[in-house]
């Protein structure tokens, strides 16, 4: 069974970097073909994709983020790790990790944590 794990600060102060990690356990984020996504969904509004990190350690991210965001990975803890710069309110939201083959539907979800940005 694939499991993800999202952790990291539950609260911001504006202009700070962000950095969320997310465990993967019963599966490697080196697998082939598999795609290692962060996805958030602020307070009433819909979900967003923001970017993701291949099995090859190639990254991609949203152009909405305007190069605010990057994503690491560490293969020996077998996570991966996104950074969001300058955070500012607007970046309050739940912040999901998921999986995905390919460009195929993400099938296995982390649970979510909220990040709320606030001065």
């Known amino acids: 069974q694939v499991q993800l794990q999202e952790s990291g600060p539950g609260l911001m102060k504006p202009s700070q970097t962000l950095s969320l990690t997310c465990t993967v356990s019963?599966?490697?984020?080196?697998?082939?073909?598999?795609?290692w996504n962060w996805i958030r969904q602020p307070p009433g509004k819909g979900l967003e994709w923001m970017g993701a990190i291949a099995y090859s350690g190639s990254t991609d991210s949203s152009p909405s983020l305007k190069s605010r965001a990057s994503i690491s990975r560490d293969t020996s803890k077998n996570q991966f790790t996104l950074h969001l710069s300058s955070v500012s309110p607007e970046d309050t939201a739940v912040y999901y990790c998921?999986?995905?083959?390919?460009?195929?539907?993400?099938?296995?979800w982390g649970k979510g944590t909220l990040v709320t940005v606030s001065s």
């Open positions: 019963g599966d490697s984020i080196t697998t082939n073909y598999y795609y």
């Open positions: 998921a999986r995905a083959w390919g460009l195929a539907a993400l099938d296995y």
